[in-house]
């Protein structure tokens, strides 16, 4: 059994696998880069298979508390005058919870669950590189090194640690950007709305009991973009590509005041996850594309099945064995549903929406019943 762990990025993975290894009797230090540990100002959708993670930790009530909008839908709207093609029901779910949280909520509730759990959390530690060996090292800007029996490198999407238990790996423009914004909300309904346009979609849905509207919205465009959060764009940009995107998206768009654009790149799933006593968790092992809105929800998966790994004693390699396939499946399933969303008028955007709208009339168990295989998927039972 590990007795002593050092995470690397006090992220969404990170924090939860500190907390599920704590909790667990493992004596867990977490190192951040960051002078404190904050998150964009964003939603983030959790569904059912995430939320079993936070529920097994004993947060889903937390939570609640902070606001979080349990959501009875998602639906498929056309982008000129937002009229619907396609409606699937959450609430078919049968007990399952599909939550709207802000991110930075999130974090809180992660970040005081750490702190009860014992995890000594040190900010404004930047690793530079993890060594993997049976005791793996950590190395850090400052100069300064750390020892542990495991390093879980959840560092994100540049993480440090991936090249020296992976190798190398690039990264690809899907030719598509994201922009993101928080808006003051005018829909109090719980629903997810997917509004689709040619070589675009808005996607926008409730946050914080209903009091604000996130806002993602993806462009197909030759121009590159950044990956990352850093890079604040002109409102009137993201406002001159859905121009022709009629009311309601056009007076949400109308209210932005901040946004950030993100470019969206297309990562191989690391092929080793495991290397001595080092392992990657989270976008750091399978950045995905936020189509599905499964990343997060796969690092809290991640999360609690090392913990469990880790402190049965078993060789820690098997980790690897019950995460990869289905992150992978995950990860392709997300590449491959942009299209969907971004048909040209046609005979074949004409056919999409009309199976869709069909589909979601005549057969609405079985719309929903496609994602049974990630959001049924219960890593705590
Ligand atoms: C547009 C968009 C929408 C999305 N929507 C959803 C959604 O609705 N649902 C969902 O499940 N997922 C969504 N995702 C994906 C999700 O945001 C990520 O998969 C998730 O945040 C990954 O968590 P992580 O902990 O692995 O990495 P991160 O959240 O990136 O955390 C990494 C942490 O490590 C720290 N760090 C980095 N390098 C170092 C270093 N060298 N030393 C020390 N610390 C370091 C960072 O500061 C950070 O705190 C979306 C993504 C995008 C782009």
């Known amino acids: 059994m590990v007795r002593n762990a050092i995470v690397v990025g006090g992220g969404i993975g990170g924090l939860t696998a500190a907390t599920a290894l704590a909790q667990r009797g493992v004596a867990v230090t977490l190192t951040e880069q960051a002078p404190e540990i904050t998150e964009v100002g964003a939603g983030l959708q959790i569904s059912p298979n995430g939320l079993a993670v936070l529920r097994a930790l004993g947060l889903e009530q937390a939570l609640d508390r902070r606001g979080a909008v349990q959501a009875e839908a998602v639906v498929l709207e056309d982008f000129r005058k937002g009229r619907q093609v396609a409606r699937l029901d959450l609430r078919r779910l049968q007990g399952q919870r599909y939550l709207f949280v802000h991110r930075a909520d999130l974090v809180a509730v992660l970040v005081r669950a750490a702190q009860e759990a014992n995890v000594s959390i ?27 029996e495991l390093v879980v490198c959840a560092d994100g999407l540049h993480s440090v640690g991936r090249e020296s238990i992976t190798g190398p790996t690039t990264a690809q423009f899907t030719g598509q950007v994201a922009w993101r914004a928080l808006v003051p909300n005018p829909e109090k ?44 764009d002109d409102p009137a940009n993201l406002r001159a590509a859905f121009a022709d995107f009629g009311d309601p998206v056009r007076a949400l768009l109308a209210a932005v005041e901040e946004v950030k654009l993100w470019g969206l790149f297309r990562h191989p799933v690391a092929e080793t996850w495991v290397k001595h006593s080092a392992a990657l968790l989270g976008d750091a092992a399978h950045p995905t594309l936020p189509f599905m809105a499964q990343g997060a929800n796969l690092a809290l ?3 609690w099945v090392l913990a469990r790994v880790a402190v049965t004693g078993d060789d820690l390699s098997r980790y690897q064995v019950l995460r990869r396939a289905r992150a992978a499946r995950v990860v392709s ?36 019943s496609q994602f049974d295989w990630i959001y049924r998927h219960d890593v705590t039972d």
């Open 301 to 303: 998966e991640d999360a």
């Open 333 to 368: 399933a997300a590449s491959g549903n942009a299209w969907k969303y971004h048909l040209r008028p046609g005979p074949v955007r004409w056919a999409a929406h009309r199976a869709l709208s069909m589909g979601s009339r005549l057969a609405p168990g079985v719309m929903m």
């Open 122 to 148: 040190e900010l404004g530690r930047r690793a530079v590189a993890v060594v993997p060996a049976p005791l793996s090292e950590v190395r850090y800007e400052d100069g300064s090194a750390a020892r542990a």
């Open 189 to 232: 309904e719980p629903i997810a709305k997917v509004t689709m346009g040619p070589g675009r979609h808005v996607v926008r849905y409730p946050l914080r009991g209903g009091d604000m509207t996130n806002i993602v919205a993806v462009q197909e465009r030759e121009a590159w973009a950044e990956e990352g959060w850093h890079q604040s």
